[in-house]
Nanobody, 124 residues
Framework: VQLQAYGGGLVQAGGSLRLSCAAS????????LGWFRQAPGKEREFVAAITGSGGATYYADSVRGRDTISRDRAKNTVYLQMNSLKPEDTGVYYC??????????????????WGQGTLVTVSS
């Protein structure tokens, strides 16, 4: 599957941003999807995941209660709605796909497919 992420930008602390990731490929509906981020000088880290059916989600502690991951199977798109943004949310955000939900949650190592990143900058 090919993934194309977009929607990043500059936002003030406390603001909101919605990232989107469009996927191509006939297996999209069967794949677990997720978002990761990488801050400058740091390793890529897990942010959020959603199952193929969209029936279950999981979040990193750092974003739980502020972010919401969702998917539109008709549009082959996964979203990350980010609210109450903090400067520490700054980084390049990547969407990812894998056959296994646990692979996404346990990633980034082992995740099979990646999109290019989109930069999110949160100013204080």
């Amino acid at each position: 599957v090919q993934l194309q992420a977009y929607g990043g930008g500059l936002v003030q602390a406390g603001g909101s941003l919605r990232l989107s990731c469009a996927a191509s490929g006939r297996t999209f509906s069967s794949l677990a999807l997720g978002w990761f981020r990488q801050a400058p000088g740091k390793e890529r880290e897990f942010v959020a995941a959603i199952t193929g059916s969209g029936g279950a989600t999981y979040y990193a502690d750092s974003v739980r209660g502020r972010d919401t991951i969702s998917r539109d199977r008709a549009k082959n798109t996964v979203y990350l709605q980010m609210n109450s943004l903090k400067p520490e949310d700054t980084g390049v955000y990547y969407c990812a796909a894998d056959r296994g939900f646990s692979a996404i949650v346990g990633g980034p190592v082992g995740v099979s497919d990646w999109g290019q990143g989109t930069l999110v900058t949160v100013s204080s």
